[in-house]
């Protein structure tokens, strides 16, 4: 006896010709139409939009800027960590940008210093986060503040020595 005795096949397409009429193509409705509340606000222009008052940000310092020990470590880290790599084992720069002057990229406060190391940046610096502590981040910060502090020609004459500078 066959599976589709009859009508069985008239049914399957019924069934199919509702799915098509229930799927046929509807002009979805507006916001206004769904939200009455949104059509004021759909009114608004962006020209007469303003920014809001500035929010001030909380300085960060560094919590071992002035301390010395802090500042010997902080040149171990660097070394160990291997930013001499491609920053110079005196900040001359390398692969890596100079960090023995006051030309930085993305500026060269100590939140700015920790936030790049921290989540790195663009076209080379990888990211240290969650792979050195923060009190040893900070202590490397410390580090990097003091190459800017120094006299950068020399810095970089020292890395050219070195051979770890641009030439």
Known sequence: MPCHAGGGTL???ATL????????EETPPTAERLVPEVAGVAAVRTSELH???AVPVAEIRNPYEGDSRALEDGRRYYNWFNCTGCHGGRGGGGIGPVLADNDWIYG???A?????IVKGRPNGMPS??????EARLWMIVAYVESLSEAS???????ARAEGTGPR
């Open 11 to 13: 049914a399957i397409l």
């Open 17 to 24: 010709a509702g799915f098509a009429a229930a799927c046929r």
């Open 51 to 53: 920014a809001g008052p």
């Open 108 to 110: 060269g406060s100590p």
């Open 112 to 116: 700015q210093i920790f936030e790049s």
């Open 128 to 133: 240290f986060g969650g792979q050195i502590p």
């Open 152 to 158: 950068g020609e020399d810095q970089r004459h020292d």
